[in-house]
């Protein structure tokens, strides 16, 4: 069975400092992983999402993360936040390229940036 | 704005009570998808309707029930509803299932 597993459930840092959230998975089959981003009161935003080809897949909002299979990690980094990237990130993978809606979340990281 | 709507914003019912919860798809989508997130069990996939008919089931449970209309919105029908099913409850749209979801913003469910 898949999971995701979520490393950090709060990650605080100063505005324009660099962040990383980290995001594994497990899966015996292949796997296609997605970082969706949610804002206070608002739904789900995909920010960026790994279906084949180069491991490094930028997204929206100057986000990127880079698929590791041999570490089966799939982390999120922007190199300089910005107070408005204060949000709850969830990483998600999906076993079926068919159906990118039927996804196993992780439980979320909340990113805080401060002035 | 992600072009999909839900259904009350928020829903404060009593336990063994039903309530139905309601999505409008963005125009165009034939996919509809139910999460529901809640604090301990995090964002669980519920079901997934496209054009009408089922196409996935997840973590639904049987007092749980949904269906796609024929103008494309969908319906999630919560019964004998319990504490636990306090929750906010998402629907989500795609064009086509291996199409990118958008989301809804959300129905909070409060069982008292």
């Known amino acids: 069975a898949q999971s995701v597993t979520q490393l950090d459930s709060q990650v605080p840092v100063f505005e324009e400092a660099p962040v990383e959230l980290r995001c594994n998975y497990s899966?015996?089959?292949?796997?296609?992983l997605f970082w969706y981003v949610q804002y206070p009161n608002q739904g789900l935003q995909l920010l960026l999402k790994?279906?084949?080809?180069?491991?490094l897949v930028k997204g929206i909002n100057g986000f990127e993360a880079e698929f590791n299979k041999s570490q089966t990690s799939f982390h999120l980094r922007k190199p300089s936040v910005h107070i408005s990237d204060t949000a709850e990130y969830f990483c998600?993978?999906?076993?079926?390229?068919?159906?990118?809606?039927?996804?196993?979340f992780g439980k979320g990281t909340k990113l805080s940036v401060k002035p | 704005d992600s072009g999909v709507t839900q259904t009350p914003k928020h829903l404060i019912t009593a336990t063994g009570q039903r309530v139905t919860l309601r999505c409008s798809p963005r125009?165009?989508?034939?996919?509809v998808y139910w999460y529901q997130q809640s604090l301990d069990q995090g964002l669980q996939f519920l079901i997934q309707?496209?054009?009408?008919?089922?196409?996935a089931k997840g973590n639904i449970l049987e007092r749980f029930s949904a269906q796609q209309f024929p103008d494309l919105h969908s319906e999630l029908n919560l019964s004998s509803l319990e504490l636990g099913d306090s929750a906010l409850y998402f629907c989500?749209?795609?064009?086509?299932?291996?199409?990118?979801?958008?989301f809804g913003p959300g129905t909070r469910l409060l069982v008292l």
């Open positions: 989500a749209s795609s064009v086509a299932s291996q199409e990118r979801l958008y």
């Open positions: 899966s015996s089959v292949s796997v296609y």
């Open positions: 790994y279906l084949s080809g180069s491991t």
């Open positions: 998600a993978v999906s076993d079926t390229i068919w159906s990118q809606g039927n996804l196993i």
């Open positions: 125009s165009g989508d034939l996919s």
């Open positions: 309707y496209y054009n009408g008919e089922e196409r």
